[in-house]
């Protein structure tokens, strides 16, 4: 896959939650699991939990996916 724009990782279709090491974090993905086991998710640098419980992702670290193991996957 070539390198997104953030417009264009905002337009995939399922937003992920994830637990970190370092705690927790969000990102988009286009849904697929790899190899039965893992997301490619394109991880956010910061999101916002509003009082109505939605995630909203406001930047991305990179537009780089990285494999985010299913075990670690909390939103899906």
Do not use: C
């Amino acid at each position: 896959m070539d390198k997104l724009t953030a417009k264009q990782i905002m337009a995939l279709p399922r937003r992920v939650t994830y637990q970190t090491a370092t705690g927790h974090w969000a990102g988009y993905s286009d849904g697929t699991i790899h190899k039965g086991s893992y997301l490619r998710v394109y991880p956010a640098r910061s999101y916002v939990n509003p009082s109505n419980g939605e995630y909203r992702v406001y930047s991305f670290r990179s537009a780089k996916p990285i494999n985010v193991p299913l075990t670690r996957v909390f939103t899906f």
